[in-house]
Every structure is written in structure tokens, then in C-alpha cells.
């Protein structure tokens, strides 16, 4: 049986690890072929090889998506592969260790910002361009139930997301005519490397058991999780009617 995004192109950013290694896994499960779009080089080359091995197709490009020339070549080395692009979950960003405003200084609102935030911008430029030359596609953004529902201590990473958010809403719209959906997925503290920064910079069970309490469910968000939620939203099938969400995955977070 072919899978629910047979024969999809996508590029995914972030894909070494974490999230958007989640999301690569249930892609190609769904029959999509990937390319991992990666600042990391060996993780991400490592992860298109392990991929590959598994029978899928998928390839591999260094990318620093806070770069708009990075972010265009890893585009045309996607079309280049592949033929073209039909779907982009623009994942990659960076996390924030948490501190008081009197402690947040500028250089992590630029880190934040070049990242989190003009990262997306440039994925989603070089993606639309690429969408109106085929006459649609769609576009998946991982931001966080942060935008949502802030936090105290994690300012920079909360006005990143929120903004994240804001520009999907915005860009869904302006495209809503044209064939092109935009969602963003909105995870809540996950089991990825990234929590580590979440917890000041190493990982610890008991932080790890403070973030699990805190989530209704009990439970931290999994990079399968993300994963099923991005081939949801990348169906056309399923989730053809949506766009401009801001879809919690959360275990009942934001509610
Ligand atoms: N982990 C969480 O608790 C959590 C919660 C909500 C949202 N998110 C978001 O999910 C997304 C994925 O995070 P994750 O938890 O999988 O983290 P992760 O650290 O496991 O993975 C992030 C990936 O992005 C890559 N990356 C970082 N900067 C990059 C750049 N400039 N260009 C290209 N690639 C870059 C890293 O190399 C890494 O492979 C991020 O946008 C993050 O903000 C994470």
C-alpha cells in the first residue's frame, strides 16, 4: 500500500536529531523521500545514511538556515536530488537556558532571532518560490506551545516562537489562494537533546521528572510525537482544509 506522502519530496531542517530526526523517520515511513537539511554535518550525514540503509530515499546537505544563501542552496540541492520540492518542515532552531530579564542580554536575542525566527523566514521564502513554480506545496514549522502559553525565564525563546507563530498565521494567509498551506506544530518540552539547554545546560532525572510533572499527561512529547503530527499536516488528504493553525502537541499543555 502506498504510504500517506508517497513519492513527497521534503526537506527537513533540524533532521540530524531530536524533532526533525522524528519527523525524517515518519516521512519516509509514509514513503516521502528527504533531505536532511543540517548545521551538524556528521549527524546529519549519518542520519541520511541510516535512512538510506533502511531502503528509503534520502540524502543529506549542510545548512545553516539563520543564512539566506545557505538556505537557497540547500533548496536547489534538494530539487537538484530529487527533482523538487513539495513539502518543507522548516524544524531546525536552538534552545534558550533559562534566566531572568534582568540577565538576558542582547547577543541571545540575536542568536535567538537569527535562528528561531529569520531561520523559518528563509525556509519558507525559498520553499514558496520553488511551490509557485509547481503550483502548490506545503509547509510544516516546528515552533513551540511556548508561543502559545509562555513561560517565566525562557523570554528570548518565547518571543521567537510567538513569533514563529504570528508569521505563520500571516503567511498562511497570503497564500491561501494559491494551493499553499502553512501550519506550525507547537510540541511542549521534549525528549530531545534540546532539553538540556531547557534545564541550564546538562541533563538531570529530576529535571527531567519536574518537566514530565508538569505536563498534564505525565509524559514528555517524543520525536515520533512531532513526527506523526508533521504527516498529518503535510497530507493533503488529511489535513487539506488547515492552514494557519498553531497545532498543540503537548500532552495538555496549552489547553
Ligand atoms: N525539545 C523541546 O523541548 C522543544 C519543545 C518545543 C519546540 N521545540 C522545537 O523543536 C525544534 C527541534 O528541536 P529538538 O528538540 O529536536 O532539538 P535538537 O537540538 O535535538 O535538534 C535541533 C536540530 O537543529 C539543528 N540546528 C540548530 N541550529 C541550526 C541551524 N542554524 N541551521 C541548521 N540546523 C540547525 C541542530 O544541529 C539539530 O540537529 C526546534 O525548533 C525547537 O525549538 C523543541
Known amino acids: 500500500m502506498k504510504g500517506r506522502l508517497f513519492d513527497r519530496i521534503a526537506l527537513v531542517t533540524g533532521g540530524a536529531s531530536g524533532f526533525g530526526a522524528g519527523i525524517a523517520d515518519c516521512f519516509v515511513r509514509e514513503g516521502a523521500k528527504v533531505m536532511i537539511a543540517d548545521i551538524n554535518e556528521p549527524a546529519g550525514r549519518h542520519k ?3 535512512l538510506q540503509h533502511a531502503g528509503h530515499s534520502a540524502s543529506f546537505v549542510q545548512t545553516d538556515v539563520s ?3 545557505s538556505v537557497r542552496q540547500a533548496v536547489a540541492a534538494c530539487v537538484d536530488s530529487f527533482g523538487r520540492l513539495d513539502t518543507m518542515v522548516a524544524n531546525a532552531g536552538i534552545g534558550q537556558r ?3 530579564i534582568a540577565e538576558l542580554d542582547e547577543s541571545e536575542l540575536t ?4 535562528t ?3 531561520g523559518v523566514v528563509f525556509c519558507c521564502k525559498e520553499a514558496v518560490a520553488q511551490f509557485r513554480e509547481r503550483g502548490g506545496g506545503n509547509i510544516v514549522i516546528t515552533a513551540s506551545g511556548i508561543a ?10 518565547a518571543a521567537a516562537k510567538g513569533a514563529v507563530v504570528a508569521f505563520a498565521k500571516g ?6 489562494d494559491e494551493g499553499i498551506r502553512v501550519n506550525a506544530l507547537c510540541p511542549a518540552v521534549g525528549d530531545t537533546p534540546m532539553i538540556a539547554e531547557f534545564m541550564g545546560g546538562a541533563v538531570n532525572e529530576a529535571g527531567k521528572a519536574q518537566f514530565r510533572e508538569a505536563l498534564p499527561m505525565g509524559r514528555l512529547i517524543t520525536p515520533r510525537d512531532v513526527g506523526e503530527a508533521a504527516v498529518f499536516m503535510a497530507s493533503d488528504i488529511e489535513s487539506g482544509a488547515i492552514t494557519g493553525s498553531a497545532f498543540p502537541v503537548d500532552a495538555g499543555r496549552c489547553v
Open 48 to 50: 541520511a545514511e541510516a
Open 67 to 69: 543564512k539566506a544563501d
Open 98 to 100: 533559562p534566566c531572568p
Open 111 to 114: 542568536r535567538q532571532f537569527d
Open 116 to 118: 528561531n525566527v529569520k
Open 148 to 157: 502559545l502559553t509562555p513561560r517565566p525565564r525562557l523570554l528570548a525563546y
Open 171 to 176: 503567511l498562511a494567509l497570503e497564500l491561501a
